[in-house]
């Protein structure tokens, strides 16, 4: 599966952004779909995640604040996230999950000063 993320940019501490990856498949008849994410210097980061069911997981530390969901018009899993955090900073990519493989995209920057 090829994806792309698209959405990435610098915003202000409390501002919102929403971030969407594209796939070269339905995004519907995907096993799983995650969001992670990796800030600088550290390792990287499971966000959330939406199986193929529509059944959505988070991280406490995103618990409240974003929301991952498939996009059928666009054919793409949207991470919507407000209420952004300086510790929100990083790159954020997106990751798909099918039986016996798994695909990565090539990640798109999120920046929130305080």
């Known amino acids: 599966v090829q994806l792309q993320a698209s959405g990435g940019d610098s915003v202000q501490a409390g501002g919102s952004l929403t971030l969407s990856c594209a796939a070269s498949r339905s995004v519907f008849n995907i096993n799983l779909m995650e969001w992670h994410r990796q800030a600088p210097g550290k390792q990287r980061e499971l966000v959330a995640s939406?199986?193929?069911?529509?059944?959505?997981r988070y991280r406490e530390f995103v618990k409240g604040r974003f929301t991952i969901a498939r996009d059928a018009a666009k054919n793409t899993v949207d991470l919507q996230m407000t209420n952004l955090k300086p510790e929100d900073t990083g790159v954020y990519y997106c990751?798909?999950?099918?039986?016996?493989?798994?695909?990565w995209g090539q990640g798109t920057q999120v920046t929130v000063s305080s």
């Open positions: 990751h798909s999950v099918l039986i016996g493989r798994d695909d």
């Open positions: 939406i199986g193929i069911g529509g059944d959505t």
